[in-house]
Nanobody
Framework: QVQLVESGGGLVQPGGSLRLSCAAD????????MGWFRQAPGMEREFVAT????????IYSDSVKGRFTISRDNAKSTVYLQMNNLKPEDTAVYYC??????????????????WGQGTQVTVSS
């Protein structure tokens, strides 16, 4: 059974930092593209960041570029999202996703076969 478990969310003040982790019990994790998405209340789920199988290539949404960093440790089957200089508009539930059919970094929602349950990130003073 495929399982993705996110952790590291919480309440942080504007300008602060958080590091999200996603522990993946996914077959062939080391060859799977991985991604982070988020969903704010009343909004559609949106792409945040993605990383290819080796960690050598990443893509970010314009809204987080320069502030967030996605990385992975294939030995630990874990993907991370380091979030710096957080803003109130970053408040959302953050979801980890796995695209085992694709080794590339991909923004395409349809490429992702497995999703975590999400972790809440709230940026507020």
């Amino acid at each position: 059974q495929v399982q993705l478990v996110e952790s590291g969310g919480g309440l942080v003040q504007p300008g602060g930092s958080l590091r999200l982790s996603c522990a993946a019990d996914v077959r062939d994790f080391s060859t799977a593209g991985m991604g982070w998405f988020r969903q704010a209340p009343g909004m559609e789920r949106e792409f945040v960041a993605t990383i290819n199988w080796s960690g050598s290539f990443t893509i970010y949404s314009d809204s987080v570029k320069g502030r967030f960093t996605i990385s992975r440790d294939n030995a630990k089957s874990t993907v991370y999202l380091q979030m710096n200089n957080l803003k109130p508009e970053d408040t959302a539930v953050y979801y980890c996703a796995a695209a085992p059919r694709f080794a590339i970094a991909t923004e395409d929602y349809g490429h992702y076969d497995h999703w975590g349950q999400g972790t809440q990130v709230t940026v507020s003073s």
